[in-house]
């Protein structure tokens, strides 16, 4: 069955940077968009970016453009969301979810990852 | 942009009421619209998508409705474990985005 399997929780401090990773399984990694999209305390869902993994094509939403890459390995069918310059507003739980590449909906989400930005 | 516009923020209803969920865009998007069930702690799960098909394995009770600019999630007999944050979503075609609704919570009285 299809599976997005996040990495744990994670603590940073004002400044740094956070890597989430997101392995996939269950489906062809190549054959899908990867999205994030996160939610901060009290606040909706957020789109982030797509990473499409057969070419490594990428889209940010403007709001994380200069800070947010989003990569993929595909020998090991995962990716990755890394956000830099981070602060307290960036303390969310961040979900990794697909796509088809010709659909407009995620069907499948990763369970969250919960990162924390404190001094 | 198109930005999506939920109502109510809350809703509040007795089990076995009919709830009934509305999303606007401020633009038209087609039916290209899907529905989103969010519970604490979980991921949010596909409930609707293209404004009206129900996602595998959603229970009946889930229906939806619209296209161009209006849409409605109706749950027909609400279940104390419907109780959660329902979004909806669109994708804009150029350049390529997607977006939430800001959300409806749904509370059992």
């Known amino acids: 069955q299809v599976q997005l399997v996040q990495s744990g929780a994670d603590v940073k401090k004002p400044g740094a940077s956070v890597r989430v990773s997101c392995k996939t399984s269950?489906?062809?990694?190549?054959?899908?968009?990867l999205h994030w999209v996160r939610q901060a305390p009290g606040h909706g869902l957020e789109w982030m970016g797509w990473?499409?993994?057969?070419?490594?094509?990428?889209h940010y939403a403007q709001m994380f453009q200069g800070r947010v890459t989003m990569t993929g390995d595909t020998s090991i069918s995962t990716g990755y969301m890394d956000l830099s310059g981070l602060t307290s507003d960036d303390t969310a739980v961040y979900h990794c979810?697909?796509?088809?590449?010709?659909?407009?909906?995620?069907?499948?989400w990763g369970q969250g990852t919960q990162v924390t930005v404190s001094s | 942009e198109v930005v999506l516009t939920q109502s109510p923020a809350t809703l509040s209803l007795s089990p076995g009421e009919r709830a009934t969920l509305s999303c606007r865009a401020s633009?038209?998007?087609?039916?290209?619209l899907a529905w989103y069930q969010h519970k604490p702690g979980q991921a949010p799960r596909l409930l609707i998508f293209?404004?009206?098909n129900r996602a595998p394995g959603i229970p009946a009770r889930f229906s939806a409705s619209g296209s161009g600019t209006d849409f409605t999630l109706t749950i027909s007999s609400l279940e104390p474990e419907d109780v959660a944050v329902y979004y909806c979503?669109?994708?804009?075609?150029?350049?390529?985005?997607?977006?939430f609704g800001q959300g409806t919570k749904v509370e059992i009285k």
């Open positions: 979810a697909r796509s088809t590449t010709v659909t407009t909906h995620f069907d499948h």
């Open positions: 269950g489906y062809s990694f190549t054959g899908y968009y």
């Open positions: 990473l499409n993994p057969i070419n490594g094509a990428t």
């Open positions: 633009q038209s998007v087609r039916h290209y």
């Open positions: 293209d404004a009206s």
């Open positions: 979503q669109e994708r804009d075609n150029w350049p390529p985005r997607w977006s």
